[in-house]
């Protein structure tokens, strides 16, 4: 599973013009999940989103959490982070997850961070999304999973 974890002052999704999930100051995560993926993998990654700190204390330094700034998640399903393009001048795909299995490790995902409290939005996973974003700082993280 690879995430980009970017700080927003505030994101939101559009399906066919209509906004799905919105959010004000928090994090939005691009999650792309991959064949090797399983649960113990997504909540790993769901625990460290939630208690991230990367937001801004009294000093200025990155050391407050989403839960300290009243923060909220846009996680958003992104298969393209799946996607190798080191070969050739087109993506390949080989390494995502079969749909309807990631599917079902995203929603894991997702229940995660609300059962750990974090207010939390999603986009409308497999539909062509619009996300649109504020990017605050710029602060941008991509996160992976520790080898097992």
Do not use: C, Y
Not at 51 to 76: K, Q
């Amino acid at each position: 599973m690879r995430s980009v974890i970017q700080r927003v002052s505030r994101a939101e999704v559009r399906v066919e013009g209509e906004v799905v999930g919105s959010i004000a100051r928090g994090l939005l995560v691009l999650v792309g999940i991959e064949k090797s993926d399983d649960e113990t993998g997504v909540l790993w990654q769901a625990d460290k989103v939630a208690s991230l700190r990367v937001f801004a204390d009294a000093e200025g330094r990155m050391n407050r959490a989403l839960e300290d700034v009243g923060g909220a998640v846009l996680a958003v399903s992104q298969f393209t982070l799946a996607g190798s393009i080191l070969k050739g001048r087109r993506p390949g795909f080989d390494n995502a997850m079969e749909p309807s299995r990631a599917e079902a490790l995203f929603d894991l995902f997702v229940k995660r961070l609300r059962s750990l409290g974090v207010p939390t939005e999603t986009g409308r996973f497999g539909t062509m999304m619009e996300v649109e974003l504020v990017n605050d700082g710029p602060v941008t993280f991509v996160l992976e999973a520790p080898s097992r």
